[in-house]
């Protein structure tokens, strides 16, 4: 029998110019002395940052040290085949106090050339948000390079961004090269590929507590954008009780939302891969291997390969996200 079960990590915490309290007053998790919490990394394989189990036997152990321990037996044999020792995906809480500043990230390609490292696809589930709170994604018409920097130069890059008016349940997906921002109000759970690298357009001339600006990666940016202009930038779903609802698919990760209200039961067994729950709503028990491990709001939990079938119990019902690659 394998020794891996469903592991819970301790989460990194991290202070933002933007960040804000609903870490604390909505999710529930502590962040101690820090100013704010802009963001909570959850399961993390960056290297500056990589997660630390913190429940079972393992607990002290490190996400990195597993995966070279366990290898596909943890998240699967096609994924480890691809990723090596590097977990392949970054799972997030954000809360925006503020609106984070005007940003893009690269692809593959260009990330591998430049950084030696994976791009940025990801994907925001929106858990809470202030009335009136909006978000930027992409261009509101069709733009070239040119009139980009025209317009960025010239103060007006707003002018020609899309802006999205938000409320709980939405949800958006951001292939890497789409220029976007979270906006002002927003508690987001993010659920991206394994990679720090942002590049910083414009950041509404804010400053620091020394009175400097933030550095702006114009020139690198330019090389990263899609300029297209695209009719949908939320993503459209259905939402059902008590049924796995498709949000996103990609060939990073596969995302549902499993808004239920009674107990039920997963079987992963035709997955090659590691499973993730990011709670975004009430509380449940993973029962699995003969015990059980409770989830609740804010908390994310990782289903090794090696569990292939998992009963989710509820009382008072739950929401969660539910990412894998396939």
Request: hydrophobic share 35%; net charge negative.
């Amino acid at each position: 029998m394998s020794p891996l079960y469903p592991l819970k990590f301790k989460t990194i915490y991290k202070d933002k110019i933007w960040g804000g309290q609903k870490i604390k007053t909505y999710l529930h998790k502590d962040f101690g002395g820090l100013p704010n919490c802009g963001e909570t990394w959850e399961i993390s394989g960056v290297k500056s940052d990589v997660s630390v189990v913190a429940n079972g036997a393992l607990e002290g152990e490190s996400l990195a040290d597993l995966l070279e321990k366990y290898k596909g037996q943890l998240v699967g044999k096609k994924v480890y085949d691809h990723f090596g020792n590097i977990f392949p995906l970054l799972v997030k809480f954000i809360d925006a106090n503020d609106d984070l500043s005007i940003q893009v990230h690269p692809d593959d390609e260009l990330a591998k050339k430049r950084h030696n490292s994976f791009g940025k696809t990801e994907m925001w589930y929106v858990i809470e948000a202030d009335p009136g709170s909006t978000l930027i994604s992409g261009f509101n018409q069709q733009v070239s390079e040119e009139i980009y920097v025209d317009k960025l130069n010239s103060g007006h890059i707003m002018d020609i961004l899309n802006r999205e008016d938000v409320a709980a349940g939405d949800v958006f997906f951001l292939p890497a090269g789409r220029v976007h921002t979270i906006g002002k109000g927003l508690l987001i759970a993010e659920i991206q590929q394994t990679s720090d690298i942002t590049y910083r357009i414009y950041d509404f001339d804010r400053v620091d507590d020394k009175g400097n600006k933030r550095e702006l990666h114009t020139e690198e940016a330019l090389a990263a954008i899609d300029y297209n202009f695209y009719p949908d930038y939320k993503t459209k779903y259905q939402p059902e009780k008590n049924e796995t609802v498709p949000l996103v698919k990609c060939p990073y990760f596969t995302t549902n939302i499993l808004d239920f209200t009674e107990s039920t039961t997963k079987d992963y067994t035709g997955l090659d891969s590691f499973v993730i729950h990011v709670c975004v709503e009430g509380n449940y028990v993973i029962e699995c291997q003969g015990k059980q491990h409770p989830v609740k709001m804010g908390e994310c939990i990782l289903l090794p390969k090696t569990i292939d079938r998992v009963n989710l119990i509820t009382v008072n019902g739950f929401k969660i996200l539910e990412s894998y690659i396939e």
